[in-house]
């Protein structure tokens, strides 16, 4: 998800990770909005998939995971800039 957030740098431990996410969501412009609505759909759709796994014994490739973030993030962001986006959001492209 980093990279498709355009950052480019190693990923952190789980607990430095999540904190320096937050500092960095910090601030009312778009590549603000986008990390965070990016750091929130990811932990929203990995809470699900472990819920799944756990009560319906049932599992999801990381393809898809990956891909219900983007779609989620993308209407987010299309619902919060309200067609004054200076990124194009439909080609936004997860990189595999």
Not at 51 to 64: A, L, W, Y
Not at 73 to 88: A, N, Q, R
């Amino acid at each position: 998800m980093l990279n498709w957030c355009n950052i480019n740098r190693q990923v952190y431990q789980s607990p430095k990770e999540c904190m320096h996410t937050l500092h960095a969501c910090k601030g009312k412009e778009l590549h603000h909005n986008l990390l965070q609505t990016a750091f929130t759909a990811t932990i929203y759709w990995l809470w699900h998939e472990r819920n799944i796994r756990i009560f319906e014994e049932q599992q999801s490739t990381m393809d898809v995971i990956t891909r219900r973030i983007i779609q989620d993030v993308k209407w987010k962001l299309s619902k919060i800039t309200k067609g004054k986006l200076t990124i194009s959001i439909t080609e936004m492209q997860p990189t595999f």
